[in-house]
């Protein structure tokens, strides 16, 4: 267990739909990143927060959106869903410090459009 | 911008046998370079990582080199066994930057074969 939570673990929807995919890290850490894995893809780098700021943006969408709150979870919101969504997202939390960049993963979030 | 590339993108061998994963980075102001391992729906987990001030690091029958000039970086596992049998990603980043973000490379599917 890498202490990053991510919820739900699976979830099917539907075209043109919205969902918001929900990352706890690690305690103490500050830093949440976001990537997706297509089928048979790498890892891209979605969107980086630090502490509530946004720090790093990636090859994320403009329907996609994501922020960080004050307990330091954070949030990926996805909208107006399309087939090509469907990927597995994952949540990485480091530490905070120059010399702490170890990224834990989350278990992911199986993404399903239909 | 920011590219890693990774080959071979598959790689069978013998168990027993050695296998050699290599990366290239563009950044030049990268400096962590670390090596995850991901077994099929799992999370990636770190194996093994490297910082710039240093040009090799072992642990057990991992090991990985690193070329600043050149831009490449490998690993090398020894002594395959088939619980090696994964997917292992490269990554790099700029620790200590205004992002730690890791960007990586797309995959190295192996396989060892009993």
């Known amino acids: 267990d890498s202490g990053v939570t991510q919820t739900p673990k699976h979830l099917i929807t539907a075209t043109g739909q919205r969902v918001t995919l929900r990352c706890s890290p690690r305690?103490?850490?500050?830093?949440v990143y976001w990537y997706q894995q297509s089928l048979d893809q790498g890892l891209q780098f979605l969107i980086h927060y630090y502490n509530g700021e946004e720090r790093a943006k990636g090859n994320i969408l403009e329907r996609f959106s994501a922020q960080q709150f004050p307990d330091l979870h954070s949030e990926l919101n996805l909208s107006s869903l399309e087939l090509g969504d469907s990927a597995l997202y994952f949540c990485?939390?480091?530490?905070?410090?120059?010399?702490?960049?170890?990224?834990?993963f989350g278990q992911g979030t199986r993404l399903t459009v239909v | 911008g920011e590219n890693v590339e990774q080959h071979p993108s598959t790689l069978s061998v013998q168990e027993g046998d050695s296998a050699v994963i290599k990366c290239t980075y563009s950044?030049?102001?990268?400096?962590?370079f670390p090596w995850y391992k991901q077994e099929l729906g799992k999370r990636p987990q770190l194996i093994i990582d490297?910082?710039?001030?240093?040009g090799e690091k072992k642990d057990q029958r991992i090991a990985v080199t690193l070329n600043k000039t050149a831009k490449h970086f490998s690993l090398h596992i020894t002594e395959t066994q088939p619980e090696d049998s994964a997917v292992y990603f490269c990554?790099?980043?700029?620790?200590?930057?205004?992002?730690?973000?890791?960007?990586f490379g797309t995959g190295t599917l192996l396989a060892v074969q009993p």
């Open positions: 990485a939390s480091s530490a905070p410090g120059t010399g702490n960049t170890e990224a834990f």
């Open positions: 490297i910082r710039s001030n240093v």
């Open positions: 990554a790099a980043s700029n620790n200590g930057g205004a992002t730690n973000k890791l960007i």
């Open positions: 305690s103490g850490d500050l830093s």
């Open positions: 950044d030049s102001a990268s400096n962590y």
